[in-house]
């Protein structure tokens, strides 16, 4: 579980955050959705101890979360992640990097760990891949290896900042489904979106956020109202169908 607690951020004395009080229960599928400089990256970047915490308390598994991530990993995939294609290393070389934690400075990785970047390339459906040297991937296939990184540590939670922007329109689904998948194995999944189409019908928590939160748990259901009030206009929302 995540528990967010009296958050507030500034930057230069601007609030870009406030009051933000949040509970996310294991095993959700949520997005956190909102307009552009809405604060969603920077809460995310909290959760992951990127940014250092202002005011307010964030808890992990009821352990303060800095403490918390010194002894966990995190599975993350950042926005938009810069690469150099010409760089001399292939797809398995990019998910291995997930376990760089675990491996003394100038050590090999071991076979078991080997091992296991294959079987996170399996799950993410890119194991055709493994031996393809990274400037020769698609959009839609480096995301799925940088999913795999982002698996490869065994963390049961796993957070994504727009991951549909590096995927064509046709993989979005596709990549949302996969998501699914790792969600209903028991990670808990926290994704900041754009596609509020999309996530409507994957995600079972969305969180409204512009600056404050409009919803704060899974009981407040997102309403044309609710979405409103997040985005400054009116949004239609198509039923999921289920």
Same mark, same amino acid.
């Given at each position: 579980m995540i528990r967010i607690e009296d958050l507030n951020y500034y930057i230069a004395g601007n609030p870009i955050l406030e009051?933000?009080?949040? !509970?996310?229960?294991?095993? @959700? $599928?949520v997005a956190?959705?909102?307009?552009?400089?809405?604060g969603k990256s920077t809460l995310i970047k909290l959760i992951l101890g990127l940014l250092p915490l202002q005011d307010g308390k964030i808890w992990i598994d009821d352990i303060p979360h800095l403490e918390w991530?010194? #002894?966990?990993?995190? *599975?993350?995939?950042? =926005?938009? !992640? @810069?690469?150099?294609?010409? $760089?001399?290393?292939?797809?398995?070389d990019i998910v291995m990097l997930g376990l760089?934690?675990?491996?003394?400075? +100038?050590?090999?990785?071991?076979?078991? =760990?080997?091992?296991?970047?294959? @079987? #996170?390339?399996?799950?993410? +459906?890119?194991?055709? =891949?493994?031996?393809?040297?990274? *400037?020769?991937?698609s959009g839609g296939e480096m995301q799925r290896v940088l999913l795999a990184r982002a698996i490869v540590g065994g963390s049961k939670?796993?957070?994504?900042? @727009?991951?549909?922007?590096?995927?064509?329109?046709? +993989?979005v689904q596709d990549f949302f489904a996969l998501l699914k998948e790792l969600n209903m194995q028991g990670r808990t999944i926290i994704t900041v979106s754009h596609d509020l189409h999309t996530v409507s019908a994957y995600c079972n928590f969305i969180v409204c956020l512009n600056r404050r939160?409009?919803?704060?748990?899974q009981a407040e259901m997102v309403n044309a109202e609710l979405i =409103?009030?997040?985005?400054?206009?009116?949004v239609r929302l198509i039923d999921k169908g289920y």
């Amino acid at each position: 579980m995540i528990r967010i607690e009296d958050l507030n951020y500034y930057i230069a004395g601007n609030p870009i955050l406030e009051d933000i009080q949040l !509970e996310i229960t294991d095993q @959700e $599928f949520v997005a956190i959705i909102g307009p552009n400089g809405a604060g969603k990256s920077t809460l995310i970047k909290l959760i992951l101890g990127l940014l250092p915490l202002q005011d307010g308390k964030i808890w992990i598994d009821d352990i303060p979360h800095l403490e918390w991530l010194s #002894a966990h990993p995190m *599975g993350y995939l950042p =926005q938009r !992640e @810069e690469y150099d294609r010409r $760089f001399p290393a292939n797809a398995l070389d990019i998910v291995m990097l997930g376990l760089a934690a675990e491996t003394k400075l +100038g050590r090999s990785f071991t076979s078991q =760990q080997r091992e296991r970047g294959i @079987e #996170a390339m399996h799950t993410t +459906g890119c194991i055709d =891949q493994a031996f393809k040297p990274i *400037g020769g991937l698609s959009g839609g296939e480096m995301q799925r290896v940088l999913l795999a990184r982002a698996i490869v540590g065994g963390s049961k939670y796993l957070i994504l900042d @727009e991951p549909e922007s590096s995927v064509d329109q046709p +993989g979005v689904q596709d990549f949302f489904a996969l998501l699914k998948e790792l969600n209903m194995q028991g990670r808990t999944i926290i994704t900041v979106s754009h596609d509020l189409h999309t996530v409507s019908a994957y995600c079972n928590f969305i969180v409204c956020l512009n600056r404050r939160l409009h919803c704060h748990n899974q009981a407040e259901m997102v309403n044309a109202e609710l979405i =409103q009030k997040t985005f400054g206009k009116a949004v239609r929302l198509i039923d999921k169908g289920y």
